[in-house]
């Protein structure tokens, strides 16, 4: 079955050199990870600020700790899904790619996809508050399991942090840098997952639209960039994506 007929897109992923996709927790919804305001959201009894901010992690050590485990364990029970392995092949398949993420699960770059611009960090690496020394979470595993309270102390006695954006803070330069560029020069930008509520992050599909760029978004509702896309693709993206791939690949074919 083709995905794209719609002539325009026919044309402008034919001739685009380049493409850029930015993906939120959506795409990993379908590896088991709950999604940030869906239905099953993490968040749906407990606001974002109550745990992703760095005066609840000051304040609440021991629940934010907590918290990101308990993310990690649902982490390490899931592996990416079809639309993650759809990405690295686009990445494979077109003349010019960034793929930009908003997760920080880390599932794109265990599909393979290479130079994954991660807006907001990794939640499987950790640094103290006071020195900046850097945990991999193994070693973050071990102080956590021999910490009576949870209250994960560096050797220099600091707190020790998940090295994640956090509501509040700068998203690291050299990412958003790159993100902005690439979402400026692109002449495809495809949003895939998110509900494009979080800035900096969702300014990007606008500032691609407002360059040129030809918008595609794929999601399985309503997002708050919708009205501005130019082909929106309805579904789960581990379905629609291996489909777009499939329908790509004949488009360039064609050129070729
Ligand atoms: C900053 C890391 C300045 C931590 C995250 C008032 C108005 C406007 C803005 C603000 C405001 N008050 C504060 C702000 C700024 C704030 C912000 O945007 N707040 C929002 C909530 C309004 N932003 C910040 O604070 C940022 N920093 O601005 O700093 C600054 C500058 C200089 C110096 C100092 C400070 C930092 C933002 C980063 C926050 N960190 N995560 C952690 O994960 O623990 S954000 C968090 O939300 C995740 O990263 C997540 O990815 C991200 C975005 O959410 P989505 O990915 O879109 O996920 P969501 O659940 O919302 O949507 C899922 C979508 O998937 C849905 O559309 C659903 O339909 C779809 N879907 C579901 N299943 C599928 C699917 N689609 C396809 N297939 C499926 N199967
Ligand atoms: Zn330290």
């Not at 485990?69 to 790619?97: C, T, V």
Request: with cysteine; aromatic share 8%; net charge negative.
């Amino acid at each position: 079955m083709k995905l794209i007929e719609d002539p325009l897109a026919i044309k402008e992923l034919k001739i685009a050199r380049a493409i850029t996709v930015l993906t939120g927790a959506g795409i990993s919804a379908e590896s088991g990870i709950p999604t940030f305001r869906g239905e099953e959201g993490l968040w749906k009894e407990l606001s974002p600020e109550e745990l992703a901010s760095f005066e609840a992690f000051y304040k609440n050590t021991a629940v934010v700790t907590e918290w990101y485990q308990h993310r990690r364990d649902i982490l390490y029970h899931s592996k990416p899904n079809a639309g993650h392995y759809a990405l690295r092949e686009l990445q494979q398949l077109a003349s010019k790619f960034d793929l930009i993420t908003q997760n920080v699960d880390g599932l794109h770059q265990r599909a393979g996809s290479m130079d994954v611009i991660e807006l907001h960090g990794n939640i499987l690496e950790n640094y103290c508050i006071n020195c900046n020394q850097r945990f991999s979470q193994e070693e973050f595993d071990e102080i956590y399991r021999h910490n009576p309270n949870h209250i994960p102390h560096c050797y220099c006695g600091g707190l020790i942090r998940p090295n994640v954006v956090w509501f509040g803070e700068a998203l690291p330069e050299e990412s958003i840098e790159k993100a902005y560029d690439s979402a400026i020069t692109c002449d495809v930008f495809i949003s895939v997952g998110t509900s494009a509520q979080v800035v900096p992050a969702s300014n990007l599909p606008r500032i691609a639209k407002q360059n040129g760029a030809y918008l595609i978004e794929i999601n399985t509702a309503n997002t708050a960039i919708s009205d501005i896309v130019d082909l929106r693709l309805e579904g789960p993206s581990g379905t629609i994506l291996p489909m777009f791939i499939e329908d790509y690949k004949q488009l360039i074919k064609k050129n070729n």
